[in-house]
Each structure stands twice: as C-alpha cells, then as structure tokens.
C-alpha cells in the first residue's frame, strides 16, 4: 500500500515559531515519525510539502498516475481557500484525510471553512502530530475492508 502525505503553506516552519500553537517538533520530525508508523505497518510512505497552491494540485494529479492508495493532507492556510486543491482530489478519486495540528474551528472565523473536507473520507482536527499517524492507520484500515 501506498500513501502520499502532502502539506501545505508554512508547514516546513514547524517548530520553529509559534510553538503553543503547533507544538515544537518540526516538519523533518513530522516526517520521521510518520515514516517509523509506516514502517511499523509495511506502508510505503512518499512526503511533499509545497508553499505554492498550483504545485500541492499538480502533486495530487500526479498521485494518480503514481496509483497512490491513500492521501494525507493538510492543506495549511489553503484548507479555507483553495477550490483548486478540491476539485484535485475530486478528480482524482484517491481516498484522502484532510489533517490538522490544531483545530481550526475554534480558531478565528477565517478558519472555520474548509473547502477540501467535502472531497475526504474524514477530516481529523485538534489532535496534534498524531492525527497524521490516525489518518495512516484509518486510510490502511479502509484499504483492508
Ligand atoms: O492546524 C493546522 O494544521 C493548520 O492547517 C495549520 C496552518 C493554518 O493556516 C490552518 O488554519 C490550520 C498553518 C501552517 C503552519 O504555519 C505556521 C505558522 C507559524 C509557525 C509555524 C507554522
């Protein structure tokens, strides 16, 4: 099986401001701790994080001629922006969990929209770097079922 986890604008800035908000691991210890789970459940893991709205959409059209498995993303700031990064993981069909480190919704207004949820099987909010480990193991769940 194989997951692609994407994330968006100011991602590779984790932990470097801004810690009560999004913790103090950064973005490389995201990815390592994302790659031990993956591991620990014979998943191959692929990781891309981009500032640039145009580039996540072409990397979501790309997992489908890659015939990834399962999509994990965090938009970052383009979740309550971007119909593009919609109607990408529309097209492309691929089962996608829209993740967040915090929880937008008791964040400022501006936050509480989400463009990309209406296209995922779920969206997990709140919970941290662990939601990115929930998310593998519900995508790996879903492909077992
Ligand atoms: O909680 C999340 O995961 C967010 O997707 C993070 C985004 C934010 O725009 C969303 O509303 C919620 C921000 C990405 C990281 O931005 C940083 C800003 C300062 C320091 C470090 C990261």
Not at 56 to 71: K, P
Not at 80 to 100: F, N, Y
């Amino acid at each position: 099986m194989k997951i692609l986890v994407i994330n968006g604008p100011n991602m590779n800035m984790l932990g470097v401001r801004q810690p009560e908000i999004y913790g103090k691991a950064t973005y490389d210890d995201l990815v390592a701790m994302i790659r031990a789970e993956a591991d620990r459940q014979g998943v191959e893991v692929d990781f891309f994080q981009s500032n640039h709205e145009g580039s996540l959409v072409d990397m979501v059209q790309q997992a489908w001629f890659d015939r990834v498995d399962g999509i994990i993303i965090n938009p970052a700031a383009y979740t309550h922006t971007s119909v593009a990064l919609l109607d990408a993981v529309k097209a492309v069909g691929i089962p996608t969990v829209e993740v967040h480190i915090s929880d937008p919704d008791s964040r400022e207004e501006f936050r509480h929209v989400s463009y990309i949820r209406a296209a995922c099987i779920a969206t997990i909010r709140g919970h941290g770097l662990e939601g990115y480990l929930e998310a593998l193991r519900l995508l790996k769940e879903r492909a077992r079922t």
